[in-house]
């Protein structure tokens, strides 16, 4: 079956430019995760949805960031107004529940690059 | 300011040899760990998980050890191959962060033919 499917897999805009990412789960999966990978900062925790609850929205850096879920399938983060150092892979991935018994499953993520 | 990168940890082998890659966790309420592998361009890849009552899992070529007393995770590769060559991270989750993945650093295998 097809994995977790992320769009574009490469991003350039300049400084000060909106920027909205896409992610489409492992389809039957409830959860949904968002992280980012730089090289200063390794991989770290950002957002994640869990079937219609509200999210946990505790990792997002700041209020420049957000995402929405539609529908419990796909998900896009936007990111507002944005700074050289946004910029970093962001990776999606998605389990069955969000309990932590269950792997999550990542896609390859989107390269943003900010001028 | 500069950006400074992470350094690695690296582990070269040879091929067919056996690869041991080690992982220190911070959180004493983690309950659940996972290895991921990471090839040049790619997301993280599942290989392994393992949940705190039990200290050790097999899988293909795989084994993962854990010890809860000094919170210390090891990936084994057995007879590794080329393809192996990747970053390997270790991940935790449990306790009040549910859902939430805290990462290693992650650690560089170079597999020579």
């Known amino acids: 079956g097809a994995g977790v499917s992320q769009s574009p897999s490469n991003k350039v805009t300049e400084k000060g430019k909106d920027v909205e990412l896409r992610c489409d789960p492992i389809?039957?999966?409830?959860?949904l995760y968002w992280y980012r990978q730089s090289l200063g900062q390794g991989l770290e925790f950002l957002i994640y949805f869990q079937g219609n609850s509200a999210p946990d929205k505790s990792g997002l850096p700041s209020d420049r960031f957000s995402a929405e879920r539609t529908g419990g399938s796909v998900s896009t983060l936007t990111i507002q107004r944005t700074q050289q150092e946004d910029s970093a892979v962001y990776l999606c991935a998605s389990s069955l529940v969000w309990n932590s018994n269950q792997p999550q499953h990542f896609g390859d993520g989107t390269r943003l690059s900010i001028l | 300011g500069e950006s400074v990168g992470l350094h690695l940890p690296t582990l070269s082998v040879q091929e067919g040899d056996n690869s041991i890659i080690n992982c220190a966790y911070s959180?004493?309420?983690?309950?659940?760990f996972i290895w991921y592998k990471q090839e040049s361009g790619k997301g993280p890849q599942f290989i392994i998980d393992i949940r705190s009552n039990m200290d050790k899992r097999q899988g293909q070529r795989v084994t993962v050890l854990l010890n809860k007393t000094v919170k210390h995770l090891s990936l084994q590769i057995a007879a590794t191959q080329p393809g192996d060559s990747a970053v390997y991270f270790c991940a935790e989750t449990g306790g009040t962060s549910y859902g939430k993945l805290t990462f290693g650093q992650g650690t560089i295998l170079t597999v020579h033919p």
């Open positions: 959180n004493s309420a983690s309950d659940y």
């Open positions: 389809s039957g999966h409830t959860a």
